[in-house]
């Protein structure tokens, strides 16, 4: 018995599917494996003056100082169940 052969069409279709199938899941798989490029504002980029303002210096050293017995108590207390109150069945 004669096998048939496919055309030379059908088998250029079937490897063009496949070819293509393959590009489109890699193109899939870059854009969800590639970080976004980070957009940093110009003012973060600019350098850092190395001189010393002395003028900062002078504001820090006269600001308020309180100690912790001046500040007293700041930390919130949760609130506690009281006995009072039973739950239904």
């Known amino acids: 018995m004669k096998k048939s052969k496919t055309p030379k069409l059908v088998t250029l279709a079937i ?3 496949i070819v293509t199938a393959f590009w489109v899941f890699f193109s ?3 854009v969800f494996t590639n970080e ?3 957009n940093v504002p110009a003012e973060i980029l600019e350098p850092i003056s190395p001189t ?3 003028d900062v210096i ?10 912790e ?3 007293g108590i700041t930390q919130i207390q949760s609130p506690t169940a009281t006995g009072s109150e039973t739950p239904s069945p």
Do not use: C, N
Not at 58 to 67: L, N, Y
């Open 52 to 54: 010393l303002d002395s």
């Open 58 to 67: 002078d504001k820090i050293q006269g600001r308020i100082f309180f100690s």
């Open 28 to 30: 899939v798989y870059r």
């Open 15 to 17: 490897l063009t599917a």
């Open 36 to 38: 976004p490029p980070l």
């Open 69 to 71: 017995g001046e500040i």
